[in-house]
């Protein structure tokens, strides 16, 4: 079973429905235990990253989360949920994130300079590591993008995505995964890479 | 690099995908979780959603039909027709939306732009705009196309994206179901003045429509409605002929 974190931060339904559409039995919650009991974890997320990253805090579900990735349990970072796996961010103000990617997230003007933002649409994938839920992808492949933020990765770089400049659209480090786009939202491609995180091992 | 998208609207009243023709009457088109997995499975890069019902029964309806598209469509949704509240955003999204599009509603309360983009993310907030020409200038109007305001077009659109509306939808009174190509001038001058997606709305008749639009405007989207349920070409026709022009496209 996965575990979809509700941590109160955007909407699942499409989330969980991906899931059912491929096979992979979830569970959308925000208790401690159906977490520690799930095979893998997702942590997703849209809005603003201190929101966030204070309402997992206030939860506790931040401590839960970084205990259960220490452990080896595979956990998927999708779009803020993937910001929130590195050091910090620079989205109004400077926040802490879980820590578990070094790198830190910062405007994404500053790579994307004339170009408009949020970087909003279809943008192709580029491929610059072995990365396991990328599984029967091609390069060059398409998923949807919405941020206006972007990592930037001191370790993990997995696949990038071209707009005005290199962008990090995947992170993985061990059972660490993330990626800036919304596969729930990215049609068959984005099936394809949640089935390929579902039927990890 | 990003692509353009291509993005089919449907008008939803009481439950059914429907269209007006020559501004007389609505037809009744076909039934919305069909054609909205039927345009998916065809290639369009995102599906726009008005709910064009006013009754609490059609509402409602309009509320399960979302429901079904989004448990079987993994591709982004946009709903709007009907939003005037926060309350509004909270019900459409918790059926499935991505995005949620505002327009008279906006019009009415401004600060509702600025109030869903703080509460839900600028991603969110699509605001739509009904706009005709008049003179050298550019006129919203609300309430479908119906009343004027005094409201330029260029100034409401900056004023969109400095309340945080994360993208814009340009509808052109003047082509709209004439099909005789989008208003360029229009579209022009609106995207000159804003740093935000836009999605052109309004003429579209024919592929050819679709590869001017994107060669001379810098528009991120382009949407049509008729061309696309009466099949007069196929998505995969205008992104093929797209391609060929040198245009993006998510193939």
Not at chain 2, 116 to 126: I, L
Request: hydrophobic fraction near 40%.
């Amino acid at each position: 079973m996965i575990a979809i974190v509700d941590y109160g931060v955007g909407n699942l339904f499409s989330l969980a429905h991906s899931l059912d559409k491929i096979g992979a039995e979830c569970q959308v919650t925000g208790d401690f235990k159906i977490i520690q009991n799930a095979e893998k974890i997702i942590l997703p997320g849209v809005g603003a990253f201190g929101d966030a990253a204070k309402k997992l805090k206030e939860s506790g579900l931040d401590r839960l989360i970084l205990n259960q990735a220490g452990e080896g349990k595979p956990l998927l970072g999708i779009c803020l949920g993937m910001q929130l796996l590195f050091d910090r961010s620079f989205e109004y103000g400077v926040h802490d994130g879980l820590g578990l990617i070094k790198g830190e997230v910062r405007p994404l003007y500053e790579i994307s300079k004339g170009l408009k933002i949020p970087h909003m649409g279809w943008n192709s994938l580029h491929f610059c590591d072995k990365n396991p839920i990328f599984r029967g992808l091609c390069e060059g492949d398409y998923v949807y993008f919405v941020h206006s933020y972007y990592a930037k990765c001191g370790e993990g770089l997995s696949a990038t995505t071209d707009y005005g400049g290199e962008v990090t659209a995947a992170v993985r480090k061990g059972n660490v995964y993330g990626v800036q786009f919304h596969p729930e939202k990215s049609g068959e491609t984005g099936l394809k890479i949640l089935k390929a995180f579902a039927e990890l091992r | 690099m990003l692509a353009k998208r291509i993005i089919p609207c449907l008008d939803v009243k009481d439950g059914r995908v429907v269209k007006g023709k020559n501004f007389v009457g609505l037809q009744d088109v076909d039934d919305p979780i069909k054609l909205a997995s039927f345009y998916s499975e065809c290639g369009a890069d995102e599906l726009v959603f008005y709910d064009i019902t006013a009754s609490a029964e059609g509402r409602a309806l309009f509320c399960e039909v979302l429901k079904g598209v989004a448990s079987k469509v993994f591709i982004p949704l946009t709903v709007g027709g009907g939003i005037n509240t926060l309350d509004d955003f909270d019900r459409v999204l918790k059926c499935g939306a991505d995005k949620v599009s505002v327009n008279s509603g906006a019009i009415a309360n401004p600060d509702l732009i600025k109030n869903a983009a703080e509460k839900y993310g600028n991603q969110c907030v699509v605001l739509s705009m009904d706009v005709k020409k008049e003179g050298n200038c550019y006129k919203v109007y609300s309430k479908g196309g119906r009343i004027r305001t005094d409201i330029d077009a260029v100034e409401w659109a900056i004023f969109g994206q400095n309340s945080g509306a994360g993208e814009i939808v340009l509808n052109s009174i003047d082509t709209d179901g004439v099909k005789n190509g989008f208003d360029l001038p229009m579209l022009e001058a609106v995207c000159n003045a804003v740093n935000i997606p836009v999605i052109a709305s309004g003429g579209a008749g024919s592929i050819s429509h679709f590869v001017e639009l994107f060669k001379s405007v810098n528009a991120d989207a382009g949407l049509g409605a008729s061309v696309f349920h009466y099949r007069q070409f196929s998505i995969k026709e205008l992104k093929n002929e797209l391609k060929k022009n040198g245009i993006e496209v998510r193939l």
